[in-house]
């Protein structure tokens, strides 16, 4: 099993931005695929943004251009920087090891 513990989220204004992190421990060796998803109020989890461990990445359409997804293999860490936030972005952000395991999540909310 893997475990995943998110942090950097928090209350923004429209426009600003935020940089999520997530730290994987446990069975962690070699993990290739490592993803963001949200869930907002009422609606289903959806994916944000996924990297593997060649560093090739994919995006929502609707975050591409914004959002800019990384990793750090040594520290096994992910990131998810988060630019020009709007109101739709608002949700749970949760990190995602090899399509399987789940961190608990972190808040993001955006304000008009």
């Known amino acids: 099993q893997v475990q995943l513990a998110e942090s950097g989220g928090g209350s923004v204004q429209a426009g600003g931005s935020l940089r999520l992190s997530c730290v994987a421990s446990g069975i962690i060796f070699s993990i290739n695929s490592m993803g963001w998803y949200r869930q907002a109020p009422g609606k289903q989890r959806e994916l944000v943004a996924r990297?593997?461990?060649?560093?090739?990445?994919n995006y929502a359409d609707s975050v591409k251009g914004r959002f800019t997804i990384s990793r750090d293999n040594d520290k096994n860490t992910v990131y998810l920087q988060m630019n020009s936030l709007k109101p739709e972005d608002t949700g749970v952000y949760y990190c995602?090891?090899?399509?399987?395991?789940w961190g608990k999540g972190t808040l993001v909310t955006v304000s008009s």
């Open positions: 995602n090891a090899e399509n399987r395991d």
């Open positions: 990297i593997i461990i060649s560093g090739r990445t």
